[in-house]
């Protein structure tokens, strides 16, 4: 059921956006209390824009993580670019998520000016806890009027209470959008096969991780446990045998602790099983791309 809003009430649309690994998700989670996008130290971990809902008394706030804004080198590269393009086309207001800890650079550059008009921006400092030093005099020479900056670290959590008081100001008087109690439009099936790639990032370095895609082909739910099948794609027998490790551990220890963040999810025991296949050059895959990344 979705309530009247009370006459004073705010609510919008809000996307983060930015450079890779500025820490976009990681906000996103932090804000949400719950993790419903995948983070790690690889550039671009996000690949498709991923809406959490928060409700607070006075307002409703629906935030967009979008992937992060690069130079494309293949048709996933440009596929992520885009997705994030069109969110902000679409949104009351842009968070822009940089890096705090270092003054800015030609990334920060290129999304100010070209890409920035279209909606009002608010500035996010982030990785505060990194650093004590304050560039944000360096950021606000991207715009002819500084925005609105908060100076914030995700990961810790300090200085959220701030940004939320006032991004809220920024947001038109409006309805609720989403019931209350929503959280976000991913699909457990979705997520499971994200903690899954999270866990690639976080397990094999260099090119392995951008070649990967994770397909859930089957989720079950049984009496007393969930039983699902994932395939992991690569585009080489090499990167299949990186993956796979010797005698199997680095694939177990991927599956063992995707799993565990699967039975925090779902709330259940977990009968996993990950299947890795080769599908040489689905990043050049227009039809592949759709399948596995329908937005
Ligand atoms: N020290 C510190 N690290 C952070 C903070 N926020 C995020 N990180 C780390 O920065 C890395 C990138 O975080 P993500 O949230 O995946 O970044 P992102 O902007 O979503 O990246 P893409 O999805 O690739 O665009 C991870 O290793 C995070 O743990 C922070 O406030 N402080
Ligand atoms: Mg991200």
Redesign the pocket.
Known sequence: MIPAAPADFRSGFVALI?R???????LLNRLLGEKIAI???V????RHAIRGVLTRPTSQIIFIDT??IHKPRHKLGEALVNTARQTMAQVDVVVF?ADGSEPTGAGDRLIATTLLPVAPVVLVL??L??TSLDYSASYHELWPEPPLTFRL????GDGLGEFLTGLEQQLPLGPYYYPPDSLTDQTERLLCAEFIREQILLATQEEVPHAVAVGIEAMEELSRLTRIRAVIYVERDSQKGILIGKGGERLKGISTQARLAMEEMLQTKVYLEVFVKVAAHWRQNPRLLKELYPQ
């Open positions: 930015g890779p690994n500025v820490g976009k998700s990681t983070t790690s130290p550039a671009q971990t996000t992937p992060g998520v982030n990785k806890d990194c670290s995700a990961q810790r």
